[in-house]
């Protein structure tokens, strides 16, 4: 399709306004992370870097970065399986309410996250209480994993789609059993739908607020540390360096999915352009 001059600068200019919309607020706070006063005010006046060492030292930052780091590995394992697991009941078998499956899976991260938090608080306390469990990293990764599920599912069910049944057929009649077929003919299809998977799951786990609220009980991960800091005046200079990191954190895995997600695109292309007559 051949686009007109205008409409060319007009999509040009709407990109750099939507650019602009989402981005500079998080330049602001970059920036704000290298201001050397401790009252922010702008145009910034000062710049320096003591303020992250000031926060790599700080003790409680790093308890709270520990902690966002163990439970977004844990809430990420989860979904891994149980997302793979449900992914390939629903891609390879017909049965009855297998659309409810698709549904149900998808549902958690489409509800209001205030509202999941007091499903899980309640069920906590009031189910799980009696029986000695109680708030801690278990629960805020059960927590985020029923959201980090959503990811992992939708990137491997679309491969899976993709993907031939017959493959697992032709295994199957070559006498391979299901834990062989899976090893040796699924996984190599899916391994890279399941890494972009996990890398968005890690990335929604470690930045996540709400629900972490209800299910940490009196810890606090690296976000909850942060709304709880920003109260302190003197505290904010740390607070906009953290901030930084969980930006930073936060694209990494983010823009390695998307890599892996647009390479295996390309390549199933190139394969498709190659097979045709």
């Not at 163990?70 to 399986?81: C, D, E, K, R, Y």
């Not at 449900?86 to 659309?99: D, I, K, L, P, Q």
């Not at 069920?123 to 029923?146: E, M, Q, R, W, Y």
């Amino acid at each position: 399709m051949t686009e007109s001059r205008i409409t060319r600068l007009l999509l040009r200019l709407g990109t750099a306004a939507t650019l602009v919309f989402i981005y500079v607020p998080l330049a602001v706070v970059g920036l704000y992370a290298f201001n050397e006063n401790v009252t922010q005010k702008w145009p910034i006046e000062n710049y320096s870097t003591k303020w992250f060492s000031v926060a790599f030292q700080d003790e409680k930052v790093r308890e709270a970065l520990q902690l966002s780091l163990l439970a977004g590995l844990g809430a990420t394992a989860i979904a891994l399986v149980l997302g793979t697991l449900a992914s390939m009941a629903v891609a390879r078998y017909r049965f009855f309410g297998r659309e409810v499956i698709t549904f149900a899976v998808i549902l958690p991260i489409a509800l209001p996250g205030i509202v999941t938090g007091l499903a899980l608080q309640a069920t906590i306390v009031d189910v799980l209480g009696p029986l000695g469990f109680s708030f801690g990293l278990s629960t805020i990764i059960i927590g985020h994993a029923t959201f980090c599920v959503v990811v992992v599912y939708n990137n491997v069910i679309a491969r899976m789609r993709r993907t031939a049944g017959s493959l697992d057929e032709a295994s199957a009649d070559l006498g391979a059993d299901s834990w062989q077929t899976f090893r040796y003919v699924m996984l190599p299809q899916m391994r890279t739908a399941l890494l972009a998977g996990g890398l968005l799951a890690f990335a929604l786990s470690f930045d996540e607020v709400v629900v972490t609220i209800f299910t940490s009980g009196a810890q606090q991960t690296l976000p909850i540390w942060i709304f709880a800091t920003l109260s302190r005046p003197a505290e904010l200079p740390i607070v906009n360096v953290v901030a930084l990191f969980v930006i930073i954190v936060s694209v990494i895995p983010v823009w390695f999915a998307q890599k892996l997600a647009g390479g295996n695109e390309g390549d199933t292309a190139k394969t498709m352009a190659v097979a045709e007559p």
